[in-house]
């Protein structure tokens, strides 16, 4: 009888086991999940060597470690442009505006415009994998959805860059407030707020009245381009305007600064720029030059071999220059095709600036102006562009700037009158207690020189026995007195005995 319960036993304990196993293996399913994973990324891969979009992917998300330093410079609080914010609650209030814009482009009592909105409407629909495809993150919008607010937000850049043309880029009368310009042209250039510029470029010119027709390119410049350069004496000519790259409005207002400069022209640049206060207690002079292009700046010799110039065309910095600049910034640690011209000029500027001071140094040599209330807010915002980001030592188009300037930095002459410089003549009033020192240095050498040469005449006539002798006996005859000495005091006694 124990023979057929252990039986049954063990094979209920073999089935069950069985069993078991065989469902661990059926609910875990990882291996098929890995090489699934392997597949999609081969995928993907073969996507990225032989990609199906003519336009690359250029609109990005700005980096968690760049936002969290200054949150309110990617962000836009009161316009959205794009799908990056479309639909934020505190958005809204624009929504109307936009619309206002687009019915005025497409207006509907004009018969031509039909046929423009026709095409318009066949162009977004044609190229919407494209417009997708040129940003970073997925946009979870439905195809109805991403083509309407495509269309109203292009609308409204166009129209708002035809009413800035036709009312000399002053207020615009369609805009309820003055104030509402700079803030949408300060939100419009932001990264996470730009439209493909092909989309523009179309719509720019399906909806041209003008004869000749204007330019979408040189509009936009001559709208942003106050962010970055008061002086509208450097603005690009029409022709230039035309031949820059601009994937989009914030890539354009880039491509207006940079440098003019070859591939090979970026070298490796290992070390940072000494700061302002140091360089001109080295001797070099530090010059502002308003002819020259926001970056280029230049090194060179100056009265001699002794001495240099630093050559920094004007900077202006504000609230929303700064916003610009952060921008830019992003977009070129993102985008893969582009070198970081702007964010090289940047690290330059955090180098000579350490402290307050260097800021009121080249605010006095008119390199730098602001309004941001006083020196320090201007040197910690310069120093806060830059912050977690790592700078490209082999792409720098100001390597030859920095390595002159560092090795004049580290010659003997330049040395030494830093040091003496940074020792005593820091302040008009050390400077000043120097001089008085000096000065006094020299008169006391000048009695003991003349001192010394009275005493030479005067003992020239004795021998040195004699002059052994009166030196052993200083403490107790007294120091000797010369022979005109001996004469006055002679001559003196006589007459005051006489007087007597």
Known sequence: M???????????????????????????????????????????????????????????RVPSNMRQVEPKAYRPNNISIGPCHHGAPHLENMVD???????????????????????????????????????????????????????????????????????????????????????????????????????????????????????????????????????????????????????????????????????????????????????????????????????????GKKYGFLMR???????????????????????ENCHKDCNPDVTTYLFFFNGLINSSDDVSLLHYKGVLNHSLGNDNTVSELINNITKEIVRDKNESYLYKVVNKANSYFGSFYARKRASLVHHYLTSWVVGVSTIGALLALYFTFIQTVCGFADALKALENKNFGSLFVDAFCIPVRGTPTTNSESENSTSEDATTKSER
Not at 10 to 33: C, D, E
Not at 122 to 146: A, P
Not at 191 to 212: A, G, I, R
């Open 309 to 331: 110039e630093l050559t920094i065309p004007p900077l202006y910095i504000n609230d929303h220059r700064g916003t610009v600049f952060r921008n830019i910034v992003a977009f």
């Open 97 to 299: 505006l936009k619309k206002r814009f687009y019915r005025r482009l497409f207006d509907p009592t004009n018969d031509e415009n039909g046929a423009k909105l026709d095409e318009a409407f066949k162009f977004l629909e044609e190229q919407e994998s494209e417009v997708r495809g040129c940003y970073m993150e997925d946009i979870k919008l439905s195809s109805d959805e991403f083509l309407q607010m495509m269309l109203v937000d292009s609308s409204f850049v166009v129209q708002l860059l035809r009413d800035l043309s036709a009312f000399k880029f002053g207020h615009i009368p369609h805009l309820s407030s003055t104030w509402m310009l700079p803030i949408i042209r300060r939100e419009m250039i932001m990264l996470e707020n730009q439209l493909p510029m092909f989309l523009l470029s179309k719509l720019f010119e399906l909806t041209s009245t003008d004869d000749p027709p204007s330019s979408l390119k040189e509009l936009a410049l001559r709208f942003f381009y106050p962010l970055l350069q008061v002086d509208s004496n450097n603005f690009p000519e029409c022709e230039k305007v035309e031949e820059l790259r601009g994937l989009h409005f914030l890539d354009l207002l880039r491509s207006s600064i940079r440098p003019k400069l070859g591939e090979n022209l970026r070298k490796p640049q290992h070390h940072m720029i000494r700061s302002v206060t140091e360089l001109m207690e080295a001797g070099v002079k530090i010059k502002a030059d308003e002819s020259k292009q926001l970056l280029d700046i230049s090194f």
């Open 2 to 60: 124990a023979w057929p319960k252990l039986i049954k036993f063990a094979y209920h304990r073999f089935t069950t086991r069985k069993f078991h196993g065989t469902a661990n293996r059926m609910s875990s399913n990882w291996r098929h999940l890995m090489k699934k994973e392997l597949q999609s990324g081969n995928s993907a891969k073969q996507e990225e060597s032989h990609p199906h979009h003519p336009h690359p992917v250029c609109i990005y």
